[in-house]
T-cell receptor, first 118, second 115 residues
């Protein structure tokens, strides 16, 4: 169990540019979440995958945001035409598949990608 | 809609003393989970303790325990024998026990531990 990893850890971009973040969940976890955390706030849910299927998207996820998990393993979150309001920490979390752990309700978080839009 | 409220933006505790962090939530669900996560500066969020709503017994994990009051919709965290390494942001989180199990977080409490 190597934990959830995210890449890059930090990203600085200019307004209007596109950015893509990657999340590698714990290998045996089939559920994956993306959250956004702004300064002084708790994380807010963005989207949820079970295997490769995106089953829920928050209304926070505007049409400039897209997330994928093509083979049910790693996931990417892309933001197009970034705005200064997109500056935040983007957190990824994964959760075990049912029947594999006593705490399949618990999410395990990665270190996050801090995005700064200039 | 479910909400989670942490009314203490910041708390301080002397090393070796006990501190209690407060969390209240609102839900119409009867079955759900509650969590406390710790987020040290520039480090990832880690689970401190979890509580299943259908269990009346309060969860404990070493120096960490909760006071779960289901009727009052209250879920406080008690840290005993506080250590310098306990200094962090603490987030209370809620998830339904069905569907996506997505978390709803409070705004966090910054805990300072004084030597």
């Amino acid at each position: 169990d190597t934990g959830v990893s995210q890449d890059p850890r930090h990203k600085i971009t200019k307004r209007g540019q596109n950015v893509t973040f990657r999340c590698d969940p714990i290998s045996e976890h089939n559920r994956l979440y993306w959250y956004r955390q702004t300064l002084g706030q708790g994380p807010e849910f963005l989207t949820y995958f079970q295997n490769e299927a995106q089953l829920e998207k928050s209304r926070l996820l505007s049409d400039r945001f897209s997330a994928e998990r093509p083979k049910g393993s790693f996931s990417t979150l892309e933001i197009q035409r970034t705005e200064q309001g997109d500056s935040a920490m983007y957190l990824c979390a994964s959760r075990p598949r049912s029947g594999t752990s006593a705490s399949t309700d618990t999410q395990y978080f990665g270190p996050g990608t801090r995005l700064t839009v200039l | 809609a479910q909400t989670v409220t942490q009314s203490q933006p910041e708390m301080s505790v002397q090393e070796a003393e006990t501190v209690t962090l407060s969390c209240t939530y609102d839900t119409s669900e009867s079955d759900y989970y509650l969590f406390w996560y710790k987020q040290p500066p520039s480090r990832q969020m880690i689970l401190v303790i979890r509580q299943e709503a259908y269990k009346q017994q309060n969860a404990t994990e070493n120096r960490f325990s909760v006071n779960f009051q289901k009727a009052a919709k209250s879920f406080s965290l008690k840290i005993s024998d506080s250590q310098l390494g306990d200094a962090a942001m603490y987030f209370c989180a809620y998830s339904r026990a069905s569907g996506t199990y997505k978390y709803i977080f409070g705004t966090g409490t910054r805990l300072k531990v004084l030597a």
